[in-house]
């Protein structure tokens, strides 16, 4: 109820684990000077088709404790939260998610257009979600770490402010090793996972919803008239 009370409300207002910060000294200790900026890359994926005439809003993520900052989040094996020192996301984790969102729906060409809460465009549609896991589990230090996302997403027709479909996204994926090159790339997969099944679910809701101007396909090429003896 807390979630559907949230979205509500919105619709009514349309490297390794040495590399690890705050560990205290030893393999933990970072000396970098400044940061190294990472960015996530909207995963590729197939069409969401027919393509729905109306617009869908983005809205930024919430996120759980821990996870509303640019850090690349580390969860240790005695629990503790902590981050990889030297090194960032392009952006908070809730800027940095409604983005991918944003960019992975546009380009699966879905809805007519796809825009953010922020801007200027009222749309049919809003999705709203919640950031639950984004980081690199670490069973032990040393071992290369399970990367886990999950999202927590609620679609919601506007006019009416109806809630229309609560989704879950989860991935899961194994770093290959210990680099930080390799977490980024296990990010990658398990954020496409994620991402895939909110994108899928979001698409089916509002195609199901039937209350918009429709879903329009792209026209067949037009027939021509055989050719007479």
Same mark, same amino acid.
């Given at each position: 109820?807390?979630?559907?009370?949230?979205? #509500?409300?919105?619709?009514?207002g349309?490297? /390794?684990? /040495?590399?690890?910060? &705050?560990? $205290? &000294?030893?393999?933990?200790?970072? =000396?970098?000077?400044?940061?190294?900026?990472?960015?996530l890359?909207?995963?590729?994926?197939?069409?969401? *088709?027919?393509?729905?005439?109306? %617009?869908?809003?983005?809205?930024r993520?919430?996120?759980?404790?821990?996870?509303? /900052?640019?850090?690349?989040?580390?969860? #240790?094996?005695?629990?503790?939260?902590?981050?990889?020192?030297? /090194?960032?996301?392009?952006?908070?984790v809730?800027?940095?998610?409604?983005?991918?969102?944003?960019?992975?729906?546009?380009?699966?060409g879905?809805?007519?257009?796809?825009?953010?809460?922020r801007?200027? @465009?009222? $749309?049919?549609?809003?999705?709203?979600?919640?950031?639950?896991?984004?980081?690199?589990?670490?069973?032990?230090?040393g071992?290369?770490?399970?990367?886990?996302?999950?999202? =927590?997403?609620?679609? +919601?027709?506007?006019?009416?402010?109806?809630? #229309?479909? %609560?989704?879950?996204?989860?991935?899961?994926?194994?770093? %290959? +090793?210990?680099r930080?090159?390799?977490?980024?790339?296990? @990010?990658?997969? *398990?954020?496409?996972?994620?991402?895939?099944?909110? *994108?899928? $679910? %979001?698409?089916?809701?509002?195609?199901?919803? +039937?209350?918009?101007? +429709? *879903?329009?396909q792209e026209?067949?090429?037009?027939?021509?008239?055989?050719? $007479?003896?």
């Amino acid at each position: 109820m807390k979630h559907r009370s949230r979205l #509500l409300a919105a619709l009514a207002g349309l490297c /390794s684990a /040495s590399l690890l910060a &705050g560990c $205290g &000294g030893g393999l933990f200790q970072s =000396h970098q000077a400044a940061p190294q900026v990472y960015e996530l890359r909207p995963p590729a994926a197939g069409p969401l *088709a027919p393509r729905i005439a109306a %617009t869908l809003v983005v809205a930024r993520p919430a996120v759980r404790p821990g996870l509303d /900052s640019d850090r690349i989040a580390v969860l #240790l094996p005695d629990r503790r939260v902590d981050a990889f020192a030297g /090194s960032r996301w392009s952006a908070p984790v809730p800027v940095l998610v409604q983005s991918l969102l944003i960019e992975g729906l546009r380009a699966r060409g879905g809805f007519e257009a796809v825009v953010a809460e922020r801007g200027a @465009f009222n $749309g049919r549609y809003l999705l709203q979600s919640e950031v639950r896991e984004f980081a690199a589990v670490y069973a032990s230090e040393g071992a290369a770490p399970l990367v886990r996302v999950q999202l =927590h997403a609620e679609l +919601g027709r506007v006019a009416d402010r109806r809630l #229309l479909v %609560t989704l879950d996204g989860r991935g899961e994926k194994a770093a %290959t +090793g210990n680099r930080l090159r390799d977490v980024l790339a296990a @990010f990658e997969a *398990a954020y496409a996972e994620a991402a895939d099944a909110i *994108a899928a $679910g %979001t698409h089916a809701a509002a195609l199901a919803d +039937g209350s918009g101007d +429709g *879903a329009q396909q792209e026209p067949a090429a037009a027939q021509r008239p055989a050719a $007479g003896p």
